[in-house]
């Protein structure tokens, strides 16, 4: 695999209603949550994943649709779902913890490292699912 392509798209005769997509560098974490918006999508017929290997760190989401409903837009549209999601819930989280600081009169610097590293965490999670899209 060339190191820069995080995303693979396969489908068979150049069928859109029909692809697997493999995702290089990603776990059960992103593919269940691709594989649940998709299940949610009315023009979606099956989606499914699998990881092929304990061993490799990829993972395969298959998609079909109805007619004349690209596989690659569904797929596109449940990433950008899941981007709206996590910046909802960055938010949230920025909200609360920003409403706890005043309530509880503590400076910037004396928030818990625990709390600073579940910011970093959601941002990473954002900016992977962001360079899927992008």
């Known amino acids: 695999m060339n190191k820069s392509k995080k995303l693979e798209i396969q489908t068979k005769n ?5 692809a ?8 059960h974490t992103l ?10 999508d009315d023009d979606v017929n099956f989606v ?3 990881v092929p290997h304990p061993s490799e760190f ?27 999601v996590t910046n909802s819930i960055q938010d949230e989280f920025k909200n609360k913890l920003e409403k706890f600081k ?7 610097e004396e928030v818990d490292p625990f709390v600073i590293s579940l910011k ?3 941002r990473k999670e954002y900016k992977k699912m962001k360079a899927i899209i992008d």
Not at 59 to 79: C, G, M
Not at 102 to 108: C, L, N, S
């Open 14 to 18: 150049g069928n859109l209603r029909n």
């Open 20 to 27: 697997t997509f493999t995702i290089h560098e990603e776990s």
């Open 31 to 40: 593919a269940n949550t691709v594989r649940y918006v998709l299940a949610h």
């Open 48 to 50: 499914g994943y699998s």
């Open 58 to 84: 990829k993972v395969n989401v298959r998609v079909q649709t109805q007619q004349q409903k690209s596989s690659i837009e569904r797929f596109d549209q449940a990433l950008e779902s899941l981007c709206l």
């Open 102 to 108: 005043e309530e509880k009169g503590i400076q910037k």
């Open 120 to 122: 970093r965490q959601l």
